[in-house]
């Protein structure tokens, strides 16, 4: 039925809006998935993944078609049927019908008579046009009509949908469905829609009805005012045009249709009632009748009805009540007996997921197992299907109190996208950074750091947001800011819920180890064989101070290991000056495959200033990343800027809180000068130890005696440091003297 339909639309979520995720495109089922789209491209995405199941399992899975099961009898706990079927190949039927007498014995019969055939002609003499005919849409033969009049019998989903088709001057199913959906700010009365359906699924489980009009005008109509979408769909409705709801029950909608369709007939409605010639009625009752044309003729139409003691015309009349099963379920009586009153229980024992039904986590999980066991094909829209022309994608949203996490990578997988050779990502945020707390921040360190990845998101949004951390940071230079893309699509593969602070935790602990593995590599390669791919560590150690390096970094790695708050911090110094909790993103933003260079540097000559002071270790509190014994604090320091301004110039102003600073970045010693504003009065609790009395603190750069003292050894290397030291307190002395 759906073979030629390219005026109806169907999607996967449609039943799930307003929640989120109910705009991805995408099905996501383990067999048969299916995209989003008019309906003859689904029912083709259908019947190619089954042939390609059949074609895989050609044994186990056998297609009959043109087979009328005329009975169905229980026989010893399975059920027999009576069968009457074309001939096949070879066979000849004696039959006066030409057909076969067949039979089939099943242990489970599964009753899945899917949309079913509409009655051709529910009223004598008014023909019917099938929901799934591009036909049944009325179109432009009623342009030449001043004052258009159509029918709607029935308010099921195709009732609604045919209501809005029928006043739309240019009806566009997607399109209709993408103006409410996208609309800035339609989030604000989602609340409110999902208490109204609650209130509606109590109301139907009580046997009452439901006013849905009279709820949406006193909850959500000054909302949907503000936003101007009952204005927006008034400038959309067929010019003069005049509706007719008629329902059996007097509510003009039902709790078993789509909340998203409601709406946009509600709109409809609304839209017709702002002033202009447009018109809705509603009747209600099962006494609707064609009936012949009064005289004189108020208005010309070419049907004539009567319903509730009320007789009107109309141009066009489409029936929506549904298919015909009590037919199709004549052959199964047998099996049938009781299912009213059972289904009617089922569906009161599982609420709304009786009307909308999700694939649980256990039944995916066993679905995909079996697929992979007789090797079926990935399903077409699958990630394992798509994943060498298409980018992988996430999806991250604010879901009521908690983070939701989505698609074709985990939290705890994300630092593979920074490897080499991997595919481009698309990291989908329907919301505002605000809306996501910690991970907004985490979400941009993995993205500016991965070598093929963009937002998509609102620019207006994400713009500024991501421009902080990376091309306008006040730590860094010459960052450039990821790409940002609008519109965002639905990703809804293996959600995962948490709160914002726990996967921010989780993707920042991944990262950071993933910087770890990388520098392990070249710190390795250093202290074990001098080797210095592409000048990364920056300086030529001598054999006897690369061996205490390399124990030094084993203890070390094996401490960060172990402690991921004690890495984070480690890192989120390295890379900038300030240990400010509150701003502690701003840094770990700046920690990714960008900047490790820079950090490996960093840590590489810390390793060799804790080999001359042998009781150098890394520090998990302030001040500072390092510890030199009990009561010296060290910064090592691989930033480039301080507020913005380039470190050689900063870092002597800077209010630094450790004994000792590495800074890494720096081939020469800051130029040491007293600020005399600065006095301790006014910079109080805050004035930096190794600059008291003056700004003249134990700075260290891989200067020409750092080089020196490398290339000569460990030996040396300690005498280094000791004449730095040295340096630093017979200056200290001088200026208290």
Known sequence: ?????????????????????????????????????????????????FAAIKQAVPHRLNVYTQNNIRDVRPVGGR???DIRRAPRVGEISRDIDGQIQDGNVVDLLLLAFGFGLEAGEVFPGVPNTSYWLDGGVPGPQFEGNATPRFLVSGNGDGGLIDLVAAASANFDHAGTIEAIVNQPDIDSITSELLAIDHEALAALREGRGFDFIGEYDARIRPDLERMGLIARMAGRLRRGVRLTLQTLKPEVFSIETATLNRVAAYLVIRACALGGQAEFRHFHGADIAKCDAPSPLPYPALYWFTCSGQRFGVDKVIVRRGPDRITARVPFANVLAGYEDA????????????????????????????AREFLIPAAKHSVRHRRQHEPNAVR???DEAMIRWSGDVAPAEVTQLWDSGQNELEVLVPGSPDSLGPVAAALVRLVLHARN???????????????????????????SSPPIRPNPSGVTRDPTLATSDDIALSLHKGMSRWLLGQMNVT?????SLGRDDSYTVGFVAAPDLRSAMR?????????????????DRFLRLVICAEDDDARQDEARVLLGPNRLSVVTRAVAAALAIAAAWQDTAPRNSRPGNLSRGLDAFGHACGAERIGGRPMSI??????????????????????????????????GDKQPRLSQPGNGGMFMALDSAFHSATEAGLAAMTEFVKSVEHRHFERLRAEVA
């Open 1 to 49: 039925m759906q073979r030629a339909t390219s005026r109806r639309r169907l999607d996967p979520h449609i039943y799930g809006w307003p929640n989120v995720t109910s705009d991805d495109s995408i099905a996501d089922l383990p067999l048969l998935d299916w995209k989003s789209g008019p309906a003859r491209d689904v029912r083709n995405d259908v019947a190619d993944e």
């Open 79 to 81: 059920l027999e049927l």
């Open 343 to 370: 289904h009617k229980d089922w569906s009161a024992l599982h609420g709304t997921d009786a009307i909308v039904p999700r694939l649980g986590a256990a039944a995916r999980a066993a679905l995909k197992a079996k």
């Open 396 to 398: 991250i949203q604010r």
């Open 453 to 479: 990845a963009s937002f998509v998101g609102d620019p207006t949004d994400w713009k500024a947001f991501v421009e902080k951390w990376t091309s306008k940071s006040t730590h860094a230079e010459n960052l």
């Open 523 to 527: 710190i390795e390669k250093f202290v």
């Open 551 to 567: 124990t030094i970094w084993h203890v070390w790695r094996g401490q960060f290991e172990a402690d991921d708050a004690l890495l």
């Open 650 to 683: 900063a870092a002597v102003s800077f209010m630094w809180n450790t004994d000792f600073v590495l800074l890494s970045h720096l081939t020469a010693p800051p130029t040491v000068e007293f600020l005399a504003q600065s006095s301790l009065a006014e910079v």
